[in-house]
């Protein structure tokens, strides 16, 4: 049974540019949500999707979107890229219902920006 | 919003040593409070978790205890083998039907020395 993943694993942006992340949730979970870690820190919540919605959002500037498609894969957008965007994004699905306990998260983009 | 502190940063132990992981949160409302293990290049794995009605639960050589009234949350890992060297994040999240965020610390490198 495949778990979340992640594409792509790595990349290099530049500043100014505008970034795609993608992410495939565990099978049978219908819930999708974005975290961004920078290096040494634990993980920041940026958005949930749920049933093609964003659901709840944290503390993060509008240049970052997201996207729910029907398969229940995601996307995270972020636009004019700055140094500070520089971090691992990670992907963490779930089933609706079964709260946080089934919580599962990929392995990550580790996004450069130069 | 919840603010969770952890502590110590880095914790380097001899192996069969025990190792412990404080952890505090500011949110009363607060119900679930997951460990992750993060190793090198993958994304946080639930390694075990609380809810606030417990205030203790083991796995094995894992356990951890919550005190609600002092708002605070330690994992204990006892007999630590050289596997055990990892990162380690605790989080916080108040558990609704509407949707679920974490809250993480900022984490705790362990070694545990051969």
């Known amino acids: 049974d495949a778990g979340v993943t992640q594409s792509p694993t790595h990349l290099i942006k530049t500043r100014g540019q505008q970034v795609t992340l993608r992410c495939s949730p565990k099978s049978g979970h219908d819930t999708v949500s974005w975290y961004q870690q920078a290096l040494g820190q634990g993980p920041q919540f940026i958005f949930q999707?749920?049933?093609?919605?964003?659901?709840q959002r944290g503390n993060f500037p509008d240049r970052f979107s997201g996207h729910q498609f029907p398969n229940y894969s995601s996307e995270l957008n972020v636009n004019a890229l700055l140094l500070g965007d520089s971090a691992l994004y990670l992907c963490?699905?779930?089933?609706?219902?079964?709260?946080?306990?089934?919580?599962?998260f990929g392995s990550g983009t580790r996004l450069t920006v130069v | 919003g919840e603010n969770v502190e952890q502590h110590p940063s880095t914790l380097s132990v001899q192996e069969g040593d025990s190792a412990v992981i404080k952890c505090t949160y500011s949110?009363?409302?607060?119900?679930?409070f997951p460990w992750y293990k993060q190793e090198l290049g993958k994304g946080p794995q639930l390694i075990i978790d609380i809810r606030s009605n417990v205030g203790e639960k083991k796995d094995q050589r894992i356990a951890v205890t919550l005190n609600k009234t002092a708002k605070h949350f330690s994992l204990h890992i006892t007999e630590t083998q050289p596997e055990d060297s990892a990162v380690y994040f605790c989080a916080a999240s108040i558990s609704k039907a509407a949707g679920n965020k974490l809250t993480f610390g900022g984490g705790t490198r362990v070694l545990v020395k051969p």
């Open positions: 963490a699905s779930s089933r609706r219902g079964q709260g946080l306990h089934g919580y599962t």
């Open positions: 999707y749920y049933e093609e919605e964003e659901r």
């Open positions: 949110d009363s409302a607060s119900n679930y």
